[in-house]
């Protein structure tokens, strides 16, 4: 019998070869997860274990640990849209499992297929509704706007148990996004400054070199807004602009987070969708798509803490570089506007990506003689001080999934929220603009809000 099985549905797609099975394989080189694991992978491409590891490791630019694959990973192949093969799968599984054996279903699929899936699984009886030893694991996107996402969450509901569904926003595992609240609160230098008094505004950017890569078949149908602001960002902006929990408890952060996502408004003269130049030729590509790859937006957060002070979004592809960070910028002090000096705002930057850390931006003398000012920087460096490893984003979740921590996993109400604001953004969406390249994007930020971005 297995401690744990680890049931990948989809798992010849590139979510299992470029991240599942290498989380998988550093948790247990690590000792993180029992070694006595089985990933069972189910796909429907007629393949035995050897020819899908052989195929998998194809897929992939930095090989694996062959000798684990090959103790750990069973194939399985089964049509999972049709009902036929889950009475067979359902045996392959109880050949597995005994009553501790803690069952993961990751549902590494596309959206119209969760129906199919939910439902076989259900009637096979292979996850039973309540079982706290069986988790369903989803990707998103969760629907394609806030009506279907609620059809897709009231199917989730009838088959499951909200405590066995997990949401996956792969940047809630990133290290210094765990960190946004341990920096806000556990410093009396920011806990006593994070709000509108103080703050003069804050900038939330995911900056990307690539462009769509191979996934034309979903990006063409999601586009900026909704693949990346309507999760990523405003998990981001909800983390930042929260109010202090009533505990730190799932829930209780979760609360607030959503008190966030209800309390957003826009302005609309000031929002900008973009789309490379390019795009339209890439292929599989519907040559009159009007799909964003770019979008900058100035939202506000209504709430007593955060009332008027503008959160800049930005997201794109084929910009400068990658780079995700949020830039909290605060006030110029009093003596400061007395003194005329070209001095710079304080500015606290939590970096998520390409390194994680965190700088802040003071204003300091020049040594020497004179009494000029500049502005420096003092840094941390996540990678330059941990012992071992930085795990990425997925080890953390899977592990978390494992064990049954929820902190880390999107609830029902916020994404919720986050539909009801990405709706009301999409009705009035203003006409694309065709960028070349990220300075185009620079200037007509900086002439619609005054902003200078990175
Ligand atoms: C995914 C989006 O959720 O996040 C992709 O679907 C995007 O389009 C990716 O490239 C960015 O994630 P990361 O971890 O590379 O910043």
Known sequence: ???????????????????????????????????????????????????????????????????????IVMYHNIQI?????????????????????????YLA??????????????????????????AIIFEKPFGNDLQSAKAVNKLLWTYFDESQIYRIDHYLGKEMIQNILMVRFANRIFEETWHNR??????????????????AG????????????????LQMLSLTAMDTPLSYHSQDITDEKVNVLKHLSFDRDAMIFGQYE????????????????????????????????????MTGKKLDKKESVIIVEF???????????????????????????????????????????????LEYCVACNAYGNIPEAYEKLLLDIINGHKTLFTRWDEIEYSWAFIDALKAVKPALFIYRDYDELKSMIKEKVGEDMI
């Open 278 to 313: 390019g795009y339209l030729n890439e292929a599989n590509i519907n040559a009159m798509s009007t799909t964003d790859t770019f979008v900058f937006l100035k939202v506000f957060v209504n709430t007593p803490r955060f009332k008027g002070v503008p959160f800049y979004l």
């Open 218 to 233: 979903y990006y063409d149908q999601s586009g900026a807004l909704k693949d990346m602001v309507q999760s990523h960002l």
């Open 1 to 71: 019998m297995k401690d744990i099985l680890f049931v990948i549905f989809g798992s010849t797609g590139d979510l299992t070869s470029r991240k599942l099975l290498p989380a998988i394989i550093k948790l247990y080189k690590n000792n993180e997860i029992s070694k006595n694991i089985t990933v069972l992978a189910l796909g429907r491409r007629d393949l035995d274990t050897h020819g899908y590891i052989d195929y998998i490791e194809a897929q992939m630019n930095n090989k694996l640990d062959r000798k684990i694959l090959d103790d």
């Open 198 to 215: 103080t703050i003069k505004s804050i900038k939330i950017i995911a900056k990307e070199a690539d462009g769509i890569l191979s996934r």
């Open 331 to 377: 006030e110029e002090t009093t003596e400061q506007r007395k003194w005329h000096l070209p001095l710079s705002t304080n500015k606290l930057l939590i970096k998520i990506a390409p390194e994680d850390g965190f700088g802040l931006q003071l204003n300091s003398k020049v040594p020497g003689l004179s009494n000029d000012v500049r502005d420096v920087e």
């Open 81 to 105: 849209t049709e009902r036929d093969g889950y009475d067979k799968l359902k045996m392959v599984i109880d050949g597995y499992k005994g009553e501790k054996t803690k069952e993961l279903f």
């Open 109 to 134: 699929i596309a959206p119209e297929m969760f129906a199919h899936v939910a439902d076989h699984i259900h009637t096979a009886h292979i996850v039973e509704q309540g079982n706290p030893m069986q």
